[in-house]
């Protein structure tokens, strides 16, 4: 019997899907657990084609972040990705989804697609969209508004990874002009992962 190989749209379809659990996760942790407030960056996502774990580091500000994962994790490499939603001030803020999606294109559209390397190699970048999201927003959501749901549409740039076991390393270089702070950053941003058998 030969090998299946995934098609380009069922690749494609496994990007934004992995995207879209990645925001919704971020979007429902408190803020004392979500990476945005500086909490553990390593999060780790089901994947919903497989149901295997995912590792997807999210430090949207650390320059440097080790992680750990066990034997059959494949990593999810978010380059750089916007979202924008309805309980955000501009630039990020749009008040349906057409204008949430046009509203993230346009968050990126000043920035080179990221160089990500993989152990010194050059990972391919797949440029994504989500489809809709809605998100339940926790108590003590990052945000800090007084809201129940959020709905959102990210847009970036992914790759996903296979990890053996040993010590990997990842760099995001990151370049061109962004509407809100923090920005692309002048170095790269590095993660160091373990892989236990």
């Not at 968050?107 to 969209?129: C, I, K, N, S, Y």
Request: aromatic share 6%; charged share 20%; hydrophobic share 40%.
């Amino acid at each position: 019997m030969p090998l299946a190989v995934p098609s380009v749209a069922d690749a494609k379809a496994r990007h934004v899907e992995l995207l879209e659990a990645l925001w919704t996760t971020v979007f429902e942790l408190p803020v004392d657990e979500n990476p945005f407030a500086g909490a553990d960056p390593c999060l780790v996502l089901t994947d919903p084609s497989s149901g295997r774990p995912v590792l997807a580091p999210f430090a949207p500000s650390a320059s440097t972040t080790e992680c750990s994962a066990t034997r059959g994790t494949t990593l999810f490499v978010t380059g750089w990705s916007s979202e924008c939603s309805d309980i955000e001030a501009a630039p990020f803020f749009g008040a349906h989804e057409p204008e949430q999606r046009a509203c993230a294109r346009a968050a990126d559209a000043g920035l080179e697609v990221p160089v990500v390397t993989f152990d010194g190699r050059r990972v391919q970048m797949h440029e994504v969209e989500t489809g809709a999201m809605t998100a339940e927003l926790p108590e003590d959501d990052v945000f800090g508004v007084d809201v129940d749901t959020i709905h959102s549409v990210a847009h970036g740039w992914v790759a996903l990874v296979p990890l053996t076991p040993g010590i990997h390393e990842v760099s995001i270089q990151n370049a061109g002009t962004y509407p809100a702070s923090p920005g692309p950053s002048a170095g790269p941003i590095t993660t160091i992962i373990e892989v236990t058998r």
